[in-house]
T-cell receptor, first 108, second 115 residues
Framework: GQQVMQIPQYQHVQEGEDFTTYCNSS?????IQWYKQRPGGHPVFLIQ?????EVKKQKRLTFQFGEAKKNSSLHITATQTTDVGTYFC????????FGAGTTVTVRA | EAGVAQSPRYKIIEKRQSVAFWCNPI?????LYWYQQILGQGPKLLIQ????????DSQLPKDRFSAERLKGVDSTLKIQPAKLEDSAVYLC?????????????FGQGTRLTVV
């Protein structure tokens, strides 16, 4: 069955620095979605990627879908304290399966 | 627009007891999901409904977990009997349809502690 893996599990970032988190699926996906979960909160949808090689930007966040539609990445530039939380990718075929997430902490 | 409603927010039970969670999805959302999220892990899909039919329940421990979505709207998830390892947050989510390009909206979750 479909499995979605994310690395790294934890990312400790100095405020103002950039970082990237990666997502890999064992199967080809129809689309991939990214969610953010703040501490104590529930996952909130960020974005969806559908096309092979697609790149989307949301302010300081850049999302990319691989050419084979089996991997994705999230790059955050100039990290701020508001970026704290866990970022999940979720792969969709007929069901929506989440990765383990990357938990981001920021030191000022 | 009202969000996904879940109740209760918190529940503490002893092992071997039973418990039930309730979810009311966003109006008009045909797809409903139940996820289990253990502390420090990603949400694990337990069951996915399309209207009142089951799309996937491959990770639902059917010897103790059951779920239903009567009339294709509200849903309940039951655990009987509970084990210590069932301690987790149970998240309900809904999306507009099984059409793949739709986002999932999550409820606040029910935090279950089994002692």
């Amino acid at each position: 069955g479909q499995q979605v893996m994310q690395i790294p599990q934890y990312q400790h970032v100095q405020e103002g620095e950039d970082f990237t988190t990666y997502c890999n699926s064992s199967t080809t996906l129809s689309n991939i979605q990214w969610y953010k979960q703040r501490p104590g909160g529930h996952p909130v949808f960020l974005i969806q990627l559908v096309k092979s090689g697609e790149v989307k930007k949301q302010k300081r966040l850049t999302f990319q879908f691989g050419e084979a539609k089996k991997n994705s990445s999230l790059h955050i530039t100039a990290t701020q304290t508001t970026d704290v939380g866990t970022y999940f990718c979720a792969g969709r075929d007929y069901k929506l399966s989440f990765g383990a997430g990357t938990t981001v902490t920021v030191r000022a | 627009e009202a969000g996904v409603a879940q109740s209760p927010r918190y529940k503490i039970i002893e092992k071997r007891q039973s418990v039930a969670f309730w979810c009311n999805p966003i109006s008009g959302h045909a797809t409903l999901y139940w996820y289990q999220q253990i502390l420090g892990q990603g949400p694990k899909l337990l069951i996915q409904f399309q209207n009142n039919g089951v799309v996937d329940d491959s990770q639902l421990p059917k010897d103790r977990f059951s779920a239903e979505r009567l009339k294709g709207v509200d849903s309940t998830l039951k655990i009987q009997p509970a084990k210590l390892e069932d301690s987790a947050v149970y998240l309900c989510a809904s999306s507009l349809a099984l059409i793949r390009n739709t986002e999932a909206f999550f409820g606040q979750g029910t935090r279950l502690t089994v002692v």
